[in-house]
């Protein structure tokens, strides 16, 4: 820390948290008796709370966002440049750094052509839920206005996500959704009993599993659906990397049934899973939709982005007499130029720095890392990723699979932080399955951070196991 606080600010900030903040995702009760954890600083890969104390971020800011690392003058510079320059107008208009960020974003992704500018990204997967909606009157008498979502994603947390939502500790107590959202089961080979699927594998289990979604197509009526939104990889539900052969018969079934394919990139996009800009461009597949968060900015301002391809664009100007044609949606802060020009700077380290590569080489240690732990600590049933995200699921026993309690996964995460690595694990997702620790370091770790995060966790189990 730079040492610009002095002890008596510290206390300030703390009881004023503890007086008035309503942290995201937490229970209060316990600060009644502790103080919370207040962040203060990041530099690089690392942040340090009000008592000084360093961590390594083994999850870019808590929710696999801060994909650049912390402390980018660049970035801060590029934002202070244009919001001297100009802070806001709404998107109804351009901007400098909305066009050229549009350009860029476009030059990584092919087969794509429109940049719809949002600011979260239950936002902007809420745009491409109207988009869809808006197709069906246009071309389908309103018939077709299905949404379909997979068991164990996440879309957001606002209500028509949480329509799309497949966890359901997450909803809890929230509901009545939106109608028109249909779940389809989730495709994680690892617990492929609870699909009916046990006797399959690899491939055969990809398309069986892809297939389940065509049984609820057919069951709801193809006419009826029309878009199904998925995670390349699913995050917060215990980072669900998609069996062999699952995303081709997925696209297949899109193709053959007329409906418009959402990917939710809100996690997966900018770099995360490594070699290419989106997790599905590992998978070959061509979607309608893109939604993206998190990292496009990698936090230093909040932008989101709802891509779409010009097929989809062409439809909402097809018909200019008539005055509800077109998309008529406005999001107020997707007007702030300060998301774009963060952006384009956080894409240009990307490339200038090749964390794309980096990204897969220190994926690939860590995943190799945690597999070795495997062999060491019985606890780990199964480890998962791609790229710089990844999840290793702890099970009370590798032959039936039963979940260690949620408070054992929870001490793991406290004796990582304990040894000063901030790591994650699923939390109020998937009712008894919150136990995937979950890791998402920001693309510059290098193989000490690796290391030190795979040694914490090895410690941090035989604390908690044994
Ligand atoms: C896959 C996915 N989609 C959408 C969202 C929602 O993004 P936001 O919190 O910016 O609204 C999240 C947030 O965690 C997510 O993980």
């Given amino acids: 820390m730079d040492g610009t606080f002095t002890q008596n600010d510290i206390r300030h900030i703390v009881e004023a948290d503890k007086a008035h903040v309503w942290h995201h995702l937490t229970q209060h009760k316990p600060f009644e008796t502790s103080d919370p954890r207040i962040i203060l600083e990041g530099k690089g890969m690392r942040v340090w ?30 934002v202070y440049d244009q919001l001297m320059k ?3 107008f709404a998107q109804s208009a351009g901007s400098i750094p909305g066009s050229l960020f549009a350009e860029k974003l476009i030059s990584k992704m092919p087969g794509m052509s429109r940049v ?20 069906a009157h246009k071309k389908y008498g309103g018939k077709k206005y299905k949404i379909l979502y997979r068991d164990r994603d996440y879309h957001g947390s606002t209500l028509a996500a949480m329509s799309a939502g497949g966890q359901d500790e997450r909803n809890a107590q929230y509901g009545p959704f939106a109608p028109g959202f249909v779940r389809v089961p989730h495709c994680m080979e690892y617990r ?35 878009a199904l939104c998925l995670e390349p990889v699913t995050a917060g539900g215990g980072v669900i990397t998609p069996p062999d052969g699952y995303w081709e018969r997925v696209q297949e079934i899109c193709r053959k049934y007329d409906i418009l394919l959402h990917i939710d990139e809100v996690v997966c996009g900018i770099g995360r899973t ?9 998978y070959g597949i061509k979607p309608d939709f893109v939604t993206m968060a998190k990292g496009v900015a990698s936090g230093y301002a909040a ?12 439809m909402f100007k097809d018909n200019a007499e008539d005055p509800l044609d077109h998309f008529r949606d406005i999001s107020t802060f ?21 964390l794309l590569e980096n990204c897969t080489a220190m994926g690939e240690r860590l995943m190799g890392n945690l597999r070795a732990l495997m062999d060491k600590h019985a606890v780990i049933g199964d480890v998962r990723g791609l790229g710089l995200f990844c ?10 699979k039963e979940p260690v309690s949620e408070s054992q996964v929870a001490q793991v995460v406290a004796e990582c932080g304990a040894q000063g690595v901030i790591i994650g694990a699923s939390n109020r997702s998937v009712p008894g399955r919150n136990n995937t620790l979950c890791f998402s370091p920001a693309l510059i770790a290098t193989a000490d951070d690796i290391d030190a995060i795979t040694q914490a966790v090895d410690a941090a189990l035989t604390r908690v196991f044994g």
């Fill in 334 to 354: 997707g007007g702030c130029a300060a998301g774009p020009a963060a952006a384009l700077e956080n894409m240009r380290i990307i490339e200038d720095e090749n």
């Fill in 274 to 282: 490594g070699t290419h800009w989106f997790g599905y461009q590992h």
């Fill in 192 to 226: 492929k009993e609870e699909l009916g699927l046990g006797h399959l594998s690899g491939r055969d289990f990809g398309i069986a599993a892809a297939n389940l979604i065509e049984e609820v197509i057919l069951r709801e009526g193809p006419e009826t659906v029309g």
């Fill in 391 to 400: 999840g290793a699921e702890l099970v009370a026993d590798r032959e039936t």
């Fill in 49 to 78: 709370d009000q008592n000084g104390k360093e961590y390594i971020d083994a999850v870019s800011g808590g929710v696999w966002t801060v994909n650049v690392g912390y402390g980018r003058e660049n970035i801060a510079k590029a």
């Fill in 303 to 314: 932008i989101a982005c709802c891509v779409t391809t010009e097929e989809v664009f062409e």
């Fill in 86 to 88: 100009l802070c806001y």
């Fill in 116 to 135: 719809y500018i949002t600011n979260s990204g239950s936002e902007a997967n809420e745009k491409a839920f109207k988009m869809v909606r808006q197709i």
